[in-house]
DNA sequence: CCTTGAATCAATCAATCCATTGAATTATTC
DNA sequence: GAATAATTCAATGGATTGATTGATTCAAGG
C-alpha cells in the first residue's frame, strides 16, 4: 500500500464523515431528526410538527434518507419516516455535549455560573431505577399528551411544560422530581427543571428520553 | 415559560448544534483537525501536510475556531493551532463508528462481508495493558518516524505504513501485533492491519491512538 | 527603519444549498 | 379505471460556501 493509497483513502473516509456532519448542519434537518426519533411519522405530519411546508420537508427527509439517517416505509397512502439504525443518537450526544462544554466556557467567564453545574447534573436510568423501587422520586414527563399517550416510562406523571407553571399543584410536595421528555437533545425537560427549581421545587433531569428508554428494552405503558 | 419561548430555545439550540456539524462538514476542515489533533502546528506546516494552500487552510482554521474547536497560540512569527478542550474527539469518535456502522451496513448485503467483522474489532486498552504486561503482543506505531519521534507508546516500534511491506522482516513472528497511529478515526492502522492479514500475520487494531493514550495520562516515551 | 517571513484579510468567481412554486407520481378508493 | 390524497420531482431565484489571487498586517532581525 503506496503513501497514495493511503492519502486516498484517508480523505475518502472524512469525505464521508464530511457527507454526515453537512447533513447534521442545517437546524430544520435537526428538528426532523429529533422528531423522527419519537416514531415513525408521516411527511405531512412532520413538516406541521416542524413548521416547514410539506414539499420542503420532503427534500429534508430525502436528504437524511440518501445520508441513512433515517428509513421509509410505505404505510397505505402515505409514507413513514423513522430514524435509521446506528449510533446516531451517540452522534447527537456527543454533539450536544460539545455545545455544551462550549457554552458553558462562555457562561463561566461572562455569567456567576450560578446553577450552571447543578443544570446539567442528570440522573442515570440505572439509578432512576433504583429511586423508583423505593419510590423517593416521582417521574414527570413533560412531552405533550399526545406522545405521553404513545408511550411513555411506567408509573409516569405528564404535564406538558407549556402548563407546567398552572398545574403545580398536581406535584407532590414531598418526592423528587425528576423529569425527561424527548432525549438528551430536547430542552422540554430542562425547561421544566428551569421552572421548576425557580419555584423552589427540587428537579432533576434524565440523562435519557423515552427513545432511549424504549430502545434500551425496559417497560413502556401507553395510554393516558 | 411559554410554548413559544420553548420552540425558539429548541431552534437556538439546533442552530448551535448545526453550526458545530457544519463546520465539521467539509474534509479539508476533518483533515486540519486530525493533525491539529497531533499537538500543536502552524499553518504553513498543515496546509503542507493537508497539500491546501495557505491561505485556504488560513480561512479553514478560522472556521474552525470561530466554534471552538481549535485554538491559537504565538509563538515568535508563527501563530500554533491546536485542538481545543472539550469532547471534540468523542463527537468524531461517535461519526466515524456511525459511518463505519452504515458501511457495514452496506458491504453486508453487496459483498461476503468476509473479514468485515474482524477488521473493525478493536483491543481496548484496558486489554493492551494486559496483553503488554506478560509480553504477548507487540505493539506497532504505523506512524510517520517523524510523529513517533515526537512521543509514543512504551515499547512500541516504529514502521510506517508506506514502508511496511518492505520490512515484514523486522517483525516478531510469534507474537501477535497490535497497530495503532492517531486515533479511533485515522486509517494508518486500519490499512496496516489489513496488510499484514493480508500476509496472514496476526494483527489488531488498537481502539485509541497516541492523543488518546496521552490524554489517559499513561506513560509516553520519546526519541527513536 | 526597512526587509523578510508568516499569517490574515479582501475581493472575486464558480459551485452548491435552501425555500418556494407548480407539475408529476404513486397508491388507494370508489 | 377515474378520482383523490400524499408525496415527490423539477425549475427558479436568492443566499452561502469554497478556492484563488493579491494586498495587508504583524512580529523579528539586520
Not at 119 to 131: A, N, Q, T
Request: aromatic share 4%; hydrophobic share 40%; proline share 4%.
Amino acid at each position: 500500500m503506496s503513501s497514495m493509497d493511503i492519502e486516498r483513502a484517508q480523505l475518502a473516509l472524512f469525505t464521508e464523515l464530511a457527507e454526515i456532519a453537512r447533513t447534521l448542519g442545517s437546524p430544520h434537518r435537526l428538528m426532523l431528526l429529533q422528531h423522527v426519533a419519537q416514531g415513525a411519522r408521516s411527511v405531512e405530519r412532520l413538516a406541521e410538527l416542524t413548521g416547514l411546508s410539506v414539499a420542503n420537508a420532503s427534500q429534508h427527509l430525502q436528504h437524511l434518507k440518501r445520508n441513512n439517517l433515517v428509513a421509509t416505509e410505505r404505510d397505505g397512502k402515505r409514507v413513514l419516516y423513522s430514524l435509521a439504525g446506528g449510533p446516531i443518537n451517540e452522534v447527537l450526544g456527543a454533539l450536544t455535549r460539545l455545545a455544551e462544554h462550549q457554552r458553558a466556557e462562555i457562561h463561566s467567564v461572562i455569567s456567576d455560573s450560578f446553577t450552571q453545574r447543578e443544570r446539567l447534573e442528570g440522573i442515570s436510568r440505572e439509578e432512576l431505577l433504583e429511586r423508583l423501587r423505593d419510590s423517593s422520586v416521582t417521574l414527570l414527563d413533560v412531552r405533550p399528551q399526545e406522545e405521553f399517550a404513545m408511550g411513555h416510562l411506567p408509573g409516569a406523571i405528564n404535564i406538558p411544560v407549556e402548563v407546567l407553571e398552572e398545574h403545580l399543584s398536581m406535584l407532590p410536595q414531598d418526592h423528587e422530581l425528576v423529569a425527561y421528555c424527548r432525549g438528551p437533545h430536547c430542552v422540554l425537560s430542562t425547561s421544566a427543571v428551569d421552572t421548576l427549581r425557580k419555584k423552589g421545587i427540587k428537579a432533576r433531569l434524565l440523562d435519557a428520553g423515552f427513545p432511549e428508554w424504549k430502545a434500551a428494552g425496559l417497560t413502556v405503558e401507553t395510554g393516558v
